[in-house]
């Protein structure tokens, strides 16, 4: 007893680095790190006078991690109370929730789990119209009579649960723009909101997995994941025209700017930035393809260090050069700026102040201290993660990409125009109506990466170009992994 108790005091106050074995007088069982057993044959222990004792709990709802303050992943216990979806037994927690390992009721109750073939997964539901979706889930038996289901509102944050009044069926139906969808709580754009079902049948009890929805704008990640995605391009009518009306827009020239060009209407295109730049003026898409001192400067070598500021922005207060599209004509022109390691432009990379991974010229800070331009391995999970369908523009409205997570058939979550692009020598646009061109935030040797596409065919968020092209910025915001 002397050996026992000094053996966990040691084990208590100090760091163990070695394999620990209680009970009985040999070695350790070599793939064990503890091992609790008395002297064995052939492994079988001999003589046992104890066991292992969890710890004893009364857990709350398998959701909630009381009586723990958060949810830690691998945390077993035993379990002493029942009801609310709960029976007495071992329990483990997987970080998010608590699921039954052993069940103690007693034998003659025939108590047994629920198994699920299929678990809610992840839906999105579009900004417009009334476009609806379920969750739900299967089970392996095949005759459901006798059962009962009870659907719950999770939230995210605080991990409380909501029973959902007359959501008592195996699947929930997601209403997205009618009173049902405020009867669910689903009214925060770009929110993600959890749901689970606790399902019943005699002595049959089981919970599904966590269900997740998203209501507003934004696009599918990898395993699962989501981004918050600005509802229109920088610069875009974004404030006034929803995402239904952008798809149905049809560009037009906006004669009180005398602009007789269609490519030069911003409702929905918004502007063109070059890479790295803030919103200064330069980016404004109405400016004219006319090479004058008052719209753009033609600078071969780009705006030199002794006109920037320390953060590779252009001085204020140099009015002949601020707020101008920097037109660079030479074939080795990635930037519209000179470095200090000025060599033709042949350089590795921009100093890390001049880039959009400074917040401070980040151009989606306009629309919030939360929003950013996104990066190229975002760009690329949004391309991967998502269906996307081509909308040729003309009388169907404005030529771009509808974005579907979950395939074609599911509602439209973000619309990506064919905005094209300005060119870097001559200032003008081209491809307009057939080429999408949206920045990312990563730099790439002596370019930056963006997301392109062509004429609804060819989508890459591989390719770099010249950062003193003028590309569309498409905003994102926060992320759910």
Known sequence: MIFLALTLWMLSAASVNAQVRIGGTTNPDPSAILDLNPDSISGIAQNATGGLLLPRVNLVDPMMPDPFTKH?????????????????????????????????????????????????????????????????????????????????????????????????????????????????????????????????????????????????????????????????????????????????????????????????????????????????GHENRKILAVNTVNTYLNSPNGVGTDSLYTDGQIQSDLSDIYGKFIQRGVSTSDDWRQYPEQNENFITAPANEWTWGNPANDPCKLLGSTWRVPTSIEWSQIVSNNTWVWQEGGANGTSGYLLKPGGANKPTVLFLPAAGGRNRGTGMHYNIGSYGRYWSSTPASTGSYYLGFNFGESITSTATSSRANGYSVRCVSERFN
Do not use: H
């Not at 269900?211 to 404030?239: C, F, H, S």
């Not at 929803?242 to 502007?271: F, N, W």
């Open 72 to 280: 830690a992943k691998g945390l077993t216990v035993y379990n002493l109370t029942g009801g609310n979806g709960l029976n007495e037994g071992v329990y483990c927690n997987n970080g998010v929730e608590w699921f039954p390992v052993i069940s103690c009721e007693s034998m003659n109750t025939g108590t047994e789990p629920i198994i699920f073939l299929r678990q809610p997964g992840f839906l999105w539901l579009g900004v417009d119209g009334s476009l609806t979706d379920t969750l739900g889930f299967e089970l392996a038996t095949v005759d459901k009579s006798g059962f009962t289901y009870q659907w719950y509102k999770r939230d995210p944050v605080t991990l409380l649960s909501t029973a959902i009044e007359g959501a008592t069926s195996d699947t929930i139906f997601i209403n997205d723009y009618d009173s049902n969808r405020a009867s669910y709580g689903i009214i925060d754009e770009g929110k993600v909101y959890q749901f689970y079902c606790v399902v019943v049948n005699g002595s049959q009890y089981g919970i599904s997995g966590t269900g997740r929805v998203v209501y507003g704008t934004g696009a599918r990640l990898a395993n699962g994941g989501w981004i918050k995605v600005a509802n229109a391009n920088l610069g875009a009518e974004q404030d006034d025209l929803s995402l239904a009306e952008q798809i149905a827009y049809q560009p037009d020239a906006d004669s009180s700017d005398e602009v007789e060009d269609k490519g030069y209407d911003p409702t929905v295109y918004g502007d063109w930035y070059q890479w790295g730049r803030k919103a200064d």
